[in-house]
């Protein structure tokens, strides 16, 4: 079983920071793919950020891009986004989540086998 648990969400206003991490415990891969997604009430989950563990890839969503950081601790099993610049449309629960192996696109919820319980970001103006 795996468990994935992010922190590092709260309150901050528009133009401020935040680091999310995302730990990975129980019986993970030894390389993982891995992505971030948002959700906020009355739509789907979102696409935000993905890094796959073979040539260090990153993606981003293109609203994201040049304000948000994907990267990862691998001796701490801890997966990172760094958002910087917020806005208030950046508001929502953030969810990491492991992509099933051999998938190739990373952009996808369905395509993501384990999911942490979300942590959420509050972004006011």
């Known amino acids: 079983q795996v468990q994935l648990v992010e922190s590092g969400g709260g309150l901050v206003q528009a133009g401020g920071s935040l680091r999310l991490s995302c730990e990975a415990s129980g019986r993970t891969l030894s390389t993982p793919d891995m992505g971030w997604f948002r959700q906020v009430p009355g739509k789907e989950r979102e696409f935000v950020a993905a890094?796959?563990?073979?040539?260090?890839?990153?993606y981003y969503t293109d609203s994201v891009k040049g304000r948000f950081t994907i990267s990862r601790d691998n001796a701490l099993n801890t997966l990172y986004l760094r958002m910087n610049s917020l806005k208030p449309e950046d508001t929502g629960v953030y969810y990491c989540a492991i992509l099933k192996t051999n998938i190739a696109d990373a952009t996808i919820a369905f395509n993501y086998d384990y999911w942490g319980q979300g942590t959420q970001v509050t972004v006011s103006s």
């Open positions: 890094m796959r563990w073979i040539g260090k890839i990153k």
